[in-house]
């Protein structure tokens, strides 16, 4: 009886390790990645984001906001990748970005990229954004753009674009997401409110499934899984229906005359006939030896 016990406490210490080795598991790998349905504060994050100055090559699908700053790489990395796959569903892709603020005594943003977020957020310029996001952000020195320090106007505008992002985190703290750039904010199928961290590519497909969105967008004269294009035959689709090809005029002999041109070929001369048919070969007549008869 003893041992039973002692085999019981064993089993029920091993569930309970793989338990939380698996919950474990669950979380790290999988359940971090995914995004948040926002069930607190909507009205709060629909009127922030709408009253934000984003920018969109247009679209005029169901809008889905990408928020974040110039030098995240993750940022970049998504709107390069994800953006056009999103465009594909059929959702107009908004972007929201702003400046950081300093943290610590460290400035975080430079002198071009204030100036850069608040002619953006004045003008909402996506041709600037293409040209400020296509320019490596070490050699962007936003000539021609005013400058946002020293002026009143366009610093307010900078700090707009910072309160706006303090408010937004602060209305989705309770929701269990861990904030993290890019920022993704959509609305599902049903209407839902959905956000996620995209921080980690490993999130991004579920965004996609989400959206309906697809896993790779090809060019439109690819095949569809993305490989070069299947040739096309005239005809029935086999090679031997291919028309003939047009060949080029055979030149004549010597001593022929030569063809007018566009005038029809001459017809090809008849092979001639023997005046009298041959004379029909005789049989051959048997030779008869002892016990064979050859021919």
């Not at 908004?94 to 100036?115: C, H, K």
């Not at 004045?122 to 936003?142: E, F, G, I, V």
């Not at 209407?191 to 980690?200: F, I, R, V, W």
């Not at 070929?265 to 048997?286: D, F, I, L, S």
Request: proline share 11%; glycine share 10%; hydrophobic share 40%.
């Amino acid at each position: 009886m003893r041992r039973f016990f002692v085999w019981s406490a064993l089993a029920a210490l091993i569930g309970l390790i793989l338990a939380i080795g698996g919950f474990w598991a669950y979380q790290h790998f999988y359940a971090r990645f995914q995004p948040v349905t926002v069930t607190r504060n909507q009205a709060v994050i629909q009127d922030l984001l709408d009253e934000a100055s984003w920018l969109s090559s247009g679209g005029g699908g169901e809008p889905l906001y990408i928020i974040g700053y110039r030098d995240s790489t993750a940022m970049q990395r998504y709107e390069q990748d994800e953006a056009p796959k999103l465009r594909a569903a059929g959702l107009e892709v908004r972007i929201i970005v702003f400046a950081r603020p300093d943290r610590e005594g460290l400035t975080q943003s430079t002198a071009a990229e204030r100036a850069t977020v608040a002619e953006l957020w004045l003008t909402r310029d996506w041709t600037l954004y293409q040209r400020w996001t296509a320019t490596p952000s070490n050699t962007w020195t936003a000539a021609g753009i005013p400058a946002a320090d020293g002026s009143l106007a366009r610093g307010a505008v900078v700090e707009a674009g910072r309160d706006f992002i303090e408010q937004l985190t602060g209305a989705l703290s309770g929701e269990g997401l861990r904030i993290g750039y890019p920022l993704v904010i959509w609305r599902d199928r049903e209407g839902y409110m959905k956000a996620c961290a995209c921080s980690d590519s490993r999130s991004w497909a579920f965004v996609r499934d989400d959206t309906g969105a697809p896993d790779r967008v090809g060019s439109p004269t690819a095949g569809s899984d993305g490989g070069p294009p299947p040739v096309a035959y005239p005809g029935d689709g086999s090679p031997e229906s291919l028309p003939y090809p047009t060949l080029p005029p055979i030149a004549p002999a010597d001593g022929e005359p030569v063809p007018a041109p566009g005038a029809a070929p001459a017809p090809a001369p008849a092979p001639a006939r023997p005046a009298t048919p041959p004379a029909p070969r005789k049989a051959p007549e048997p030779k008869k030896q002892d016990d064979t008869t050859f021919f």
